[in-house]
């Protein structure tokens, strides 16, 4: 699983890229990188909290349905009114 963490460091480098374009390395500031990394790193959080309620919703949507049921009283229960 090492490809993540570098497909992670290769989309935060491109975040520096673009937040510090037109500036030269001695004109960024430790308070401009340490905020651009924070937000950087919550909407990492924020994809993966998404991703992962995604997940479980759909885990729990297959086996809570009715209509995945092997049973006779489900076939009923969905075909009743």
Known sequence: M???SCIVGVGFSG???LAA???TFERLSLQ???A???GGGFLYFLFIA???TLLLARRRGRRSSPAR???AL???RLQSP
């Open 2 to 4: 090492w490809w993540r």
């Open 15 to 17: 975040v520096l890229a």
């Open 21 to 23: 374009r037109g500036r």
């Open 32 to 34: 401009y990188i340490t």
């Open 36 to 38: 651009v990394g924070a």
């Open 50 to 52: 998404a991703a992962a």
């Open 69 to 71: 049921g092997h049973s």
């Open 74 to 76: 489900a076939r009923v």
